[in-house]
T-cell receptor
Framework: DTEVTQTPKHLVMGMTNKKSLKCEQHMGHRAMYWYKQKAKKPPELMFV???????INESVPSRFSPECPNSSLLNLHLHALQPEDSALYLC?????????????FGPGTRLLVL | EDQVTQSPEALRLQEGESSSLNCSYT??????LFWYRQDPGKGPEFLFT???AGEEKEKERLKATLTKKESFLHITAPKPEDSATYLC????????????FGAGTQVVVTP
């Protein structure tokens, strides 16, 4: 089973809202990732959690805040977003450092910021 | 800095017309090269991982190969359901966890 699930599938929010995206995997993986993908562009890495330690892409603005409650769950908290943050947000997981490096992606959350 | 270049940007094929996609890469040390297919509005679907030059992997009508500078994804006798964007990504030995993606090749297979 190589399934990563994401909720919600679609989200529309205003610039003053606070919302959260959720991701879950049951493959026993110890690394989880958030990516942002704009139309007709490849995914861009935002955050990596490996053994529940966070690595950040320093270009990601602070209005995005990741949280890893446990090794199978990953959240992305959104606050005061801008219209240019509208994109497909992808979660992925992999076994972790020193193991099989392949990342498996979820179906994504389509976010629209008005 | 790691770089990945995919060509062509777009490819239109007749059903049954075999072709190849190219992924050229520059990386300090290769930890792995990955191929994904992506349908519009969906997450990338994993196809292959290649680790060293000379390695080949096959799955149904797809075959991926790797040299020290590039990888090819061969599509044999494609069907309309093979229509998708194919993404190539590399991970270097310097940056665990970070995938550097190419821009992708959009493939359309017509009946």
């Amino acid at each position: 089973d190589t399934e990563v699930t994401q909720t919600p599938k679609h989200l529309v929010m205003g610039m003053t809202n606070k919302k959260s995206l959720k991701c879950e995997q049951h493959m026993g993986h110890r690394a989880m990732y958030w990516y942002k993908q704009k139309a007709k562009k490849p995914p861009e890495l935002m955050f990596v959690y490996s053994y529940e330690k966070l690595s950040i892409n320093e270009s990601v603005p602070s209005r995005f805040s990741p949280e890893c409650p446990n090794s199978s769950l990953l959240n992305l908290h959104l606050h005061a977003l801008q219209p240019e943050d509208s994109a497909l947000y992808l979660c992925a997981s992999s076994q972790g450092p020193g193991s099989q490096e392949t990342q498996y992606f979820g179906p994504g959350t389509r976010l629209l910021v008005l | 800095e790691d770089q990945v270049t995919q060509s062509p940007e777009a490819l239109r094929l007749q059903e049954g017309e075999s072709s190849s996609l190219n992924c050229s890469y520059t990386v300090s040390g290769l930890r792995g090269l990955f191929w994904y297919r992506q349908d519009p509005g969906k997450g990338p679907e994993f196809l292959f991982t290649l680790y060293s030059a000379g390695e080949e992997k096959e799955k149904e009508r797809l075959k991926a190969t790797l040299t020290k500078k590039e990888s090819f994804l061969h599509i044999t006798a494609p069907k309309p359901e093979d229509s998708a964007t194919y993404l190539c990504a590399v991970q270097s030995t310097d940056s665990w966890g970070k995938l550097q993606f190419g821009a992708g090749t959009q493939v359309v297979v017509t009946p």
